[in-house]
T-cell receptor
């Protein structure tokens, strides 16, 4: 079974631009979560989508948004990029049914904002 | 609020056992997880334990859970240089895909 796939692996953007990151979950998984990883703040939860609906949201500004498609693939968008948005963005998928279903992570998208 | 704490660094000799410790605050946590992150990679799920269990063993990995003290540990037997990585402890309070992570423990294995 293929794992969680994130594209692109690397992105360089300029302040003020917007960016879209993509995530394809493991086949059969209906929940996709997004995390931001930085040296200063560590791993922080952004949001979770299940069956095309946002099920949970972390404490990030409205510039961070996401969506999920009917095939469970998900995209994350960041508008009006700031230098502090430079981070590794990780996507994780799970079946979404039951607390015991563990999250499986992709290799992430490294975003650099200049 | 929810908080997960880990020590930042651990250095061991190849062949020794490594013990990585974690404390958490949320008593309603249902599952507790250990992930491994190698340079330039995402998080690899190592193992997880349900909160009504005390111990779980999986090959070289042993997880111990002390619910009273909210303390979780990961023991790696016969540590190898390939085990050098950052190890994250995480808790799930039954909120689906939302995990609360510790800061990560950087394990360095010296030959």
């Amino acid at each position: 079974k293929a794992g969680v796939t994130q594209t692109p692996r690397y992105l360089i953007k300029t302040r003020g631009q917007q960016v879209t990151l993509s995530c394809s979950p493991i086949s059969g998984h209906r929940s996709v979560s997004w995390y931001q990883q930085t040296p200063g703040q560590g791993l922080q939860f952004l949001f979770e989508y299940f069956s095309e609906t946002q099920r949970n949201k972390g404490n990030f500004p409205g510039r961070f948004s996401g969506r999920q498609f009917s095939n469970s693939r998900s995209e994350m968008n960041v508008s009006t990029l700031e230098l502090g948005d430079s981070a590794l963005y990780l996507c994780a998928s799970t079946t979404g049914q039951g607390a015991g279903s563990p999250l499986h992570f992709g290799n992430g998208t490294r975003l650099t904002v200049t | 609020g929810e908080d997960v704490e880990q020590s930042l660094f651990l250095s061991v000799r190849e062949g020794d056992s490594s013990v990585i410790n974690c404390t958490y605050t949320d008593s309603s946590s249902t599952y507790l997880y250990w992930y491994k992150q190698e340079p330039g990679a995402g998080l690899q799920l190592l193992t997880y334990i349900f909160s009504n269990m005390d111990m779980k063993q999986d090959q070289r990995l042993t997880v111990l859970l002390n619910k009273k003290d909210k303390h979780l540990s990961l023991r790696i037997a016969d540590t190898q240089t390939g085990d050098s990585a950052i190890y994250f402890c995480a808790e799930n309070d039954n909120q689906g895909g939302k995990l609360i992570f510790g800061q990560g423990t950087e394990l360095s294995v010296k030959p």
